[in-house]
């Protein structure tokens, strides 16, 4: 009951801080996913993000930021459902994608139309470069004639431009690969699918500069295809590369707008604290 | 002054030579473990060695008579182990296809509910079943299968106490090798939209095979040689015997019948040097396995 209370909090105390926090969040036209009123819990009346609103629009990429424990992976994990692997976790709130609540649909079609890549690098160990890309269409038992098998291995590994360093290798393990080039094997693995939105959380984080850079430019060469939402704690890959940014702090989402606008003048006080490093 | 490092000097010398001898020790005593198989190796070697040949692997056998008539001829004893070969190979063949899949399952079920109540219960119920005497399953073997199912001695009888026996080593390294499998590959397969029974059956157990592939190689390697529970259950046969539903016999069986015919002991040596042989192999072949099929994640 303790979550109704922090709900209402807002409202009990002055408007002017209610119109503060909803000034502060960007509206999005016609977005692809739209997250509305959104709050999770791992379990308990303890809840890891409060009362999330935001639309993402289609064709960009989205980061979400802020320091840690402050809930942008749950929030990420949330819209594939991807949190409910710890047992207890339960939601109030829904996320829709097109006009569907994403709460109400299968997990296991939700995931093939919303595909994640993570923090680590994380090829299947057992399978070749080609199986891990097609790991999607193999492991789900949906059966394809080699040629077009084929040609989805090799678009996809074109897209991640994996392709030209893998061609004479494609059955080899995928983990002989070094840290960078597992990574955009695994974001290649997610676009075989062709989903709608690719999530990725911290993408970068266990990569060295140079293969973050190639990671970043291939971002931003896939987001005429695909809507992207990104969780970085790193502020200047959220700058260099994303169109919109949500600030996240303690469970809520603080401020969502325009990255160039947010990152030159922010709305919120604990954004502006975060960006020149005051907090997180 | 002088005297305070004169006591030292002496101190550091009487703990250096501690160490010496606590080293030496530790390398007389490692090896002094590892020289009763090469013991045992030369015993059944030197003993056994004369009775190997062709016919020991494929003829049945011999029965008393013939082997006295050899003995005081001084020839070798005619015939061979082909009946204990072919039992102990459906015995545990049996016995594997019983326990290995109930095995994997069972220990995936542990790894993967590693808090639960019921997986706790499970957990503990298993550790016991692995210190149950053979003997035993060979008692519990008879009650359940040689009387109300097969009405007499049996194969099917002495392959299910002994996947009973085998059970807790493949649960045990089912569990303990899918624990180590991070979870960042599940959730790979997931974030796939790939179903839970198919995540687990296509990534993480042949993620982990090589792990659990040893456990089973030591399970099967544990029961190739018992006696205790075959001896109340499949009972032995002296021809060799493909119904599952008969008396057969197997390699320890026959050495234990070679040892009461005072005219077949030479046997024993020959039997015995076999089966520890393929239980060598066994053990050499979990530790091949463990190599060659590791997967590096």
Known sequence: ?280 | MNISTEISDRNIKRRLLKDKIFTYGMISFAFLSSIPLFLILYELILKGYKQININFLFEVAPDTMDAMIAVSNHEIIPGGIANGIVGTLIIVGLASIIAIPLGIICGTYLSENAEDRFAGIVRFIVDMLQGVPSIVLGVIGYIWIVKPVTGGFSALAGSIALSIMMLPSIVRSTEETLKMIPISLKEAALSLGVPYHRVMLKVVIPTGISGILTGVMLGISRIAGETAPLMLTALGSTAIQTNITQPTSAIPLLVWEFYNDPNLVSMIWSASLLLLILILCLNLGAKAIAKKWKVQY
Request: with cysteine; charged share 25%.
């Open chain 1, 1 to 280: 009951m303790e979550s109704t209370i922090l709900a209402e909090m807002p409202i009990t105390k002055t408007n002017k801080k209610l119109n503060v926090i909803q000034n502060s969040i960007e509206h999005i036209d016609s977005p692809v996913l739209k997250i509305d009123d959104l709050s999770v819990s791992y379990g308990g009346d303890k809840y890891s993000i409060r009362n999330v609103s935001a639309g993402i629009a289609r064709n960009k990429i989205t980061a979400i930021m802020g320091p840690s424990g402050c809930g942008k992976s749950t929030l990420l994990r949330a819209v594939n459902r991807m949190h409910e692997l710890y047992p207890n976790t339960h939601n109030k709130g829904a996320v829709y994608l097109g006009d569907e609540n994403i709460y109400k649909l299968n997990p296991i079609q939700l995931r093939r139309k919303i595909g994640m890549v993570f923090q680590r690098p994380n090829p299947f160990p057992t399978m070749s470069i080609y199986d891990n890309v097609i790991a999607g269409f193999n492991l789900n038992g949906i059966k394809l004639k080699r040629p077009e098998k084929d040609e989805i291995v090799e678009r996809s590994l074109r897209e991640v431009g994996l392709w030209d360093e893998v061609k004479d290798a494609l059955h080899n393990r995928g983990t002989f690969l070094s840290g960078g080039q597992q990574q955009r094997l695994c974001i290649a693995r997610a676009l075989a699918y062709t989903p709608e939105i690719i999530l990725l959380d911290e993408p970068t984080s266990a990569l060295d500069p140079i293969a973050t850079a190639k990671i970043e430019d291939l971002l931003v060469k896939l987001k005429k295809d695909f809507t992207i939402v990104l969780v970085t704690h790193n502020m200047s890959q959220a700058a260099r590369i994303s169109d919109y940014s949500m600030f996240m702090y303690l469970g809520e989402l603080v401020e969502y707008g325009k990255t160039k606008q947010m990152f030159t003048m922010p709305k919120d006080n604990r954004t502006e604290e975060y960006l020149t490093g005051k907090i997180g």
